[in-house]
């Protein structure tokens, strides 16, 4: 199993900055890709930003060159730094990971919970 816990969500102004974390933790997995995704109530979770274990990361349009997607893969982490947000970024952000079971060639998906993230004067 891997568990995957966000945190640093939070009520902030227009423009403002906000650093989401998740942290996986298993101890019979290897975590490939570790993504971020959000969702507005009624709407599709919609994908934000990719990261693989080989450093490889992507942004979705709607974020790039305001969101940073990092990665540290000695502590299972991957990071979301978000900066010059507006209102419409205000959503449940979720961590999503990809992973092997070791000694296999079987991938499962993970979810965390969510954090909540709000822009708003």
């Known amino acids: 199993q891997v568990q995957l ?5 939070g009520l902030v102004q ?7 974390s998740c942290v996986a ?14 969702q507005v109530p009624g709407k599709q979770r919609e994908l934000v930003a990719v990261t693989t274990s080989g450093g490889t990361t992507s942004d979705a349009d709607s974020v790039k060159g305001r969101f940073t997607i990092s990665r540290d893969n000695a502590k299972n982490t991957v990071y979301l730094q978000m900066n010059s947000l507006k209102p419409e970024d205000t959503a449940v952000y979720y961590c999503y990971a990809r992973a092997r079971r070791l000694g296999t060639n079987y ?5 965390g919970q969510g954090t909540q993230v709000t822009v708003s004067s």
Do not use: H, K, N
């Open 25 to 38: 933790s298993t101890t019979s997995f290897s975590i490939s890709a570790m993504d971020w995704y959000r």
């Open 5 to 9: 816990v966000e945190s640093g969500g």
């Open 14 to 20: 227009p423009g403002g900055s906000l650093r989401l």
């Open 107 to 111: 991938e499962y998906q993970y979810w």
